[in-house]
């Protein structure tokens, strides 16, 4: 059975950074890009970035770009999500998710596995 399973979230506030970790099992990890979203309270989950299989080729979204930092160790199955200059609007639970796909998307509905979240609070 696959599963992702995210920990490192927490209540923070505005400023502060957090480093979240997603790890893999069930899976040939390293076949997988692995990419991470979040869902604000009263909003649709969203996309915040991804990583290849490889570790290489990184991408965020707009809004979190240059504050993130997605990376990933194949050997431990995990992939991480270093958030720094955090600010309330990051308020959401983070989950992380794997996808077959060689390139970047966006789209929730390319990604095969799922973990059930870890919440990110960002006070003012």
């Known amino acids: 059975q696959v599963q992702l399973v995210e920990s490192g979230g927490g209540l923070v506030q505005a400023g502060d950074s957090l480093r979240l970790s997603c790890a893999a099992s069930?899976?040939?990890?390293?076949?997988?890009?692995m990419g991470w979203f979040r869902q604000a309270p009263g909003k649709e989950r969203e996309f915040v970035g991804d990583i290849s299989q490889s570790g290489g080729e990184p991408y965020y979204i707009d809004s979190v770009k240059g504050r993130f930092t997605i990376s990933r160790d194949n050997a431990k199955n995990t992939v991480y999500l270093e958030m720094n200059r955090l600010k309330p609007e990051d308020t959401g639970v983070y989950s992380c998710?794997?996808?077959?796909?060689?390139?970047?998307?966006?789209?929730?509905?390319?990604?095969?596995?799922w973990g059930q979240g870890t919440q990110v609070t960002v006070s003012s």
């Open positions: 069930g899976l040939t990890f390293s076949g997988y890009r």
């Open positions: 998710a794997a996808t077959r796909y060689r390139y970047s998307t966006t789209f929730q509905y390319n990604y095969d596995y």
